[in-house]
Nanobody, 121 residues
Framework: QVQLVESGGGSVQAGGSLRLSCAAS????????MGWFRQAPGKEREGVAV???????IYTDSVKGRFTISQDNAKNTLFLEMNSLKPEDTATYYC???????????????WGQGTLVTISS
């Protein structure tokens, strides 16, 4: 069973930065692709960024150039560095692990509990 625990959410003003972390079960990265997804109030959950064990990444268009996904395999930790934050980035952010390298929620098998990110204008 894979366990994922997010941390690092909070409230910042537009233009600010946050770094999310996800502590994963040991060696999760060896078996699963890992990624960040988000769900804003009243909206469907969407993919933000995913990463392969070799460092290949996919980003949704709205965060390209602003967000960076990375992982520390030695520490079994996934990160999401978020810069130039906008009010529309406000959402609950979820860490996920799955067998499909894509931004589709259907490609993920395991989910964390989520961490709330609120961006004020």
């Amino acid at each position: 069973q894979v366990q994922l625990v997010e941390s690092g959410g909070g409230s910042v003003q537009a233009g600010g930065s946050l770094r999310l972390s996800c502590a994963a079960s040991r060696y999760t990265y060896r078996t699963y692709y890992m990624g960040w997804f988000r769900q804003a109030p009243g909206k469907e959950r969407e993919g933000v960024a995913v990463i392969d064990s070799d460092g290949s990444t996919i980003y949704t268009d709205s965060v390209k150039g602003r967000f960076t996904i990375s992982q520390d395999n030695a520490k079994n930790t996934l990160f999401l560095e978020m810069n130039s934050l906008k009010p529309e980035d406000t959402a609950t952010y979820y860490c996920a692990a799955g067998r499909v390298f894509s931004l589709s929620v259907y490609g993920m098998d395991y989910w964390g509990q989520g961490t709330l990110v609120t961006i004020s204008s």
